[in-house]
């Protein structure tokens, strides 16, 4: 009985070392170490407290910026970063286009310059991945789906995914895209025609239902009310973690069970059963003739994988890729249509520029693949809207382990930081009027848009490169051309100008468009 007693008492000492010893490393010895790394190589930052790292700082700058500029709506023209993180603005003039930041024990490299950017893109070493604090505080969204997860994992994911949003598939979907938008024109002209002929509608819910219509039908094989219940918890589910904005990095706090964190804890529960639930009724509805979509695709890999796969393995690898797919196949999407519509009405010239190509090119029937290459305005639009309202704040890394980036050594766990919308209004990247709506930028391409290519990033950078790209351009070139087809809209009164937030930027009071059928585009 001694004897027991001291290995359990010697049991409990070696416990309480090796927890002694992760919370020095965690918290104070290898944040340390990589501020050295990063100070031996010039590069520098804003002091960090102990635990919270810069988080009370950026509060306090925060709490200043909005206190001069006044609870009002911002301009549409100018970089949102500015006031969505002014911080960030403060220490860019104190420590250059490059410098180190703390979030708790996280320790980032906040970089503009280009250069390092191009380097990033360009690395294709699994040892950079996305950072692991993404698995941690965005789990209940985003899981180990094929936007969190690293290295093998994500390859294989990657491989099997891929594939089904490729430009040929795409293709086939655009008369899915076509019939999920003719609801809302007719929605649209309903609500017009009863209230006399202009009607002040909040597009931008529309367009987010439309959305999730699409991604239900050709990724799922349903309709978005099949799924309705699913989207809705989604969106709940992202608005409450949204709520941390992204002062990340404080160990524990996501287990603590405070009442957005039991919130959290619900939606997470009650997704997974209802996606668990479409996938069972999916599978019974799959047969040989039946044309494999994205879901199909998950489970067929998951049948065929070497070994027997541990259910819930199986059940985890499934949801979270729903989940993934869900969120960014609509939610962005819809965003930047959204967006979208916000700048041609506020710039009717260039509503009626893209009207007129669709009117010509369309010829008054619904856009096909063919027609929509030739949208050429359209397209120039569009990217223009992403480089002035790119939905994602920012590309992030993780050094996974010891990496070298150009001349730049990033010890393991160090993260990267690259702000999309600040890179997006460098002056120095896209000329004077990089504040300004100027589609004709991009009348030549990318390429020729600014002074360095590789610094347009809306859809991320490199291997990690979002693989719905070209689908979410389809998408919102179809939505788009068809309502630019029907209506004429200007911004209506209510409309309230606030980038927010929200694990994406969008408007904070919605797009409010007082819209009237188009006089002058019936054939």
Not at 298 to 309: F, Q, V, Y
Not at 457 to 477: D, I
Request: aromatic content about 10%; overall charge neutral; some cysteine.
């Amino acid at each position: 009985m001694e004897i027991l007693l001291r290995v359990l008492v010697a049991m409990f000492w070696v416990g309480l070392c090796s927890l002694a010893y992760k919370i020095y490393n965690d918290m104070w010895w290898r944040p340390r170490r990589i501020r050295e790394e990063m100070g031996k190589q010039g590069i520098g930052g804003p002091e960090p407290g102990f635990l919270y790292g810069n988080i009370a700082e950026m509060k306090r700058i925060s709490s200043e910026e909005k206190k001069r500029s006044g609870d009002v709506g911002g301009h549409v023209d100018g970089d949102y970063a500015a006031t969505l993180f002014p911080y960030f603005e403060w220490w860019r003039r104190d420590y250059g286009r490059m410098f180190i930041y703390a979030t708790g024990n996280l320790q980032t490299l906040y970089v503009t310059d280009p250069d390092l950017v191009k380097e990033i893109s360009l690395c294709k070493s699994l040892d950079l991945g996305k950072p692991l604090y993404l698995q941690k505080e965005r789990g209940p969204l985003l899981g180990q789906g094929i936007f969190t997860s690293n290295g093998e994992v994500w390859a294989h994911q990657r491989k099997v995914i891929a594939p089904e949003f490729l430009m040929n598939k795409v293709k086939g979907m655009v008369d899915i895209m076509v019939e999920s938008t003719i609801p809302l024109l007719k929605a649209w002209e309903s609500k017009i025609v009863g209230e006399g002929g202009i009607s002040n509608i909040s597009v931008d819910e529309d367009v987010r239902h439309l959305s999730a219509d699409v991604i239900s039908k050709v990724c799922f094989g349903s309709s978005y009310a099949r799924g309705e219940e699913i989207f809705s918890k989604l969106r709940a589910l992202q608005q409450a973690l949204s709520k941390p904005s992204i002062l990340i990095g404080i160990p524990g706090s996501r287990y603590l069970p405070t009442k957005n964190n039991r919130e959290i804890w619900r939606l997470e529960r009650e997704i997974g059963k209802l996606i668990l639930k479409v996938v069972k009724a999916r599978k019974h509805e799959i047969n040989d003739k039946t044309e494999r979509d994205f879901l199909r695709s998950i489970i067929a890999m998951l049948e065929t994988a070497d070994g027997d796969l541990d259910p819930d393995v199986a059940e985890h690898f499934i949801v979270d890729n729903f989940k993934n797919i869900y969120f960014a196949g609509h939610e962005t999407t819809a965003v930047v249509a959204s967006w979208c519509l916000m700048l041609l009405a506020l710039h009717p010239d260039w509503q009626t520029r893209a009207r007129a190509e669709v009117v010509e090119i369309c010829g008054g029937r619904p856009p096909n693949a063919d027609s929509l290459n030739k949208l050429k305005t359209l397209t120039m639009i569009i990217q223009e809207t992403l480089r002035l309202y790119p939905p994602g704040v920012s590309v992030t890394r993780e050094a996974l382990q010891d990496t070298k980036l150009g001349d730049i050594h990033l010890p393991k766990g160090a993260n990267l930081f690259i702000p999309i919308s600040t890179l997006h209004h460098d002056i120095l990247i896209w000329g004077p009027d990089a504040d300004s709506f100027n589609p004709l930028r991009f009348a030549r391409g990318v390429s020729a848009a600014c002074h360095v290519p590789h610094a347009y990033v809306p859809f991320g950078v490199g291997a990690r490169s979002c693989l719905g790209q070209y689908f979410a351009m389809t998408e919102m070139k179809v939505v788009l051309s068809l309502v630019l087809a029907a209506f004429e809209f200007e911004l209506s009164p209510s409309y309230r100008h606030s980038p927010v937030l929200r694990m994406i930027v969008q408007p904070e009071f919605g797009v409010s468009l007082l819209v009237k059928r188009c006089v002058n585009c019936d054939n």
